[in-house]
């Protein structure tokens, strides 16, 4: 073989080595932003017109396992459960949580109400358990706990090993009849990658 092709031949083989890594690369991407269930990469979107923004804290306790829809996390916001000193919920009942913006910049539950707020930022819940032995000391007594569920707590995570996850804020858009829908998970301000169903 003549020596002044080699180098050429070389030359070419490296170029098509690189022109297939970075297809090889590209497929696999796009492969791996689907999950098993057919989920795509969660991205952070915008709110709509009609929307308005609020971050919420969660909890340190939370939920999660496998299922046929894929690995889940059920995060459990601070506003998801409330100590009561009555009882004038019940289990399955629609009520309304009126929130106010702490001074982290966060928003928290300010009131609970069983009719639509007029006015103000409040999401609509439903009260899933009423928890009657729970105790919390405070300087009335005991209190009972209620807890609430939103619809937007589940949400889809890309493997096992991404569900030990911890300081988390739920970046949620709230409508003008109190439904919430995550835009957005966050984990020390950096997005948690998840899946959508």
Do not use: C
Not at 40 to 46: G, L, N, P, S, V
Not at 161 to 184: C, S, V
């Amino acid at each position: 073989m003549n020596k002044k092709i080699v180098p050429g031949l070389i030359v070419a083989a490296i170029v098509l080595f690189g022109i297939f890594a970075a297809y090889s690369n590209s497929s696999s991407t796009s492969t791996n932003s689907k999950s098993t269930s057919g989920q795509t990469k969660f991205a952070e979107e915008d709110a709509l017109p009609n929307e308005q923004v609020v971050t919420l804290m969660a909890n340190p306790l939370r939920e999660f396992g496998i299922s046929p829809d894929g690995n889940y996390l059920n995060v459990n916001y601070e506003i998801n459960s409330q100590f009561l000193n009555d009882r004038n919920f019940s289990e399955g009942e629609t009520i309304y949580v009126l929130l106010e913006k702490d001074w982290d910049g966060n928003y928290s539950m300010q009131e609970i109400v069983l009719e639509k707020p007029l006015s103000g930022i409040f999401l609509k819940g439903n009260v899933t358990k009423l928890d009657i032995h729970r105790v919390k000391y405070l300087p009335d007594g005991p209190a009972d706990m209620m807890f609430i569920n939103y619809g937007f707590e589940k949400v889809y995570l890309p493997g096992v090993g991404d569900m030990f996850i911890d300081h988390l804020i739920g970046k949620i858009a709230i409508n003008e009849t109190g439904e919430g829908r995550l835009l957005a998970l966050y984990q020390n301000g950096e997005i948690v990658p998840l899946f959508r169903r």
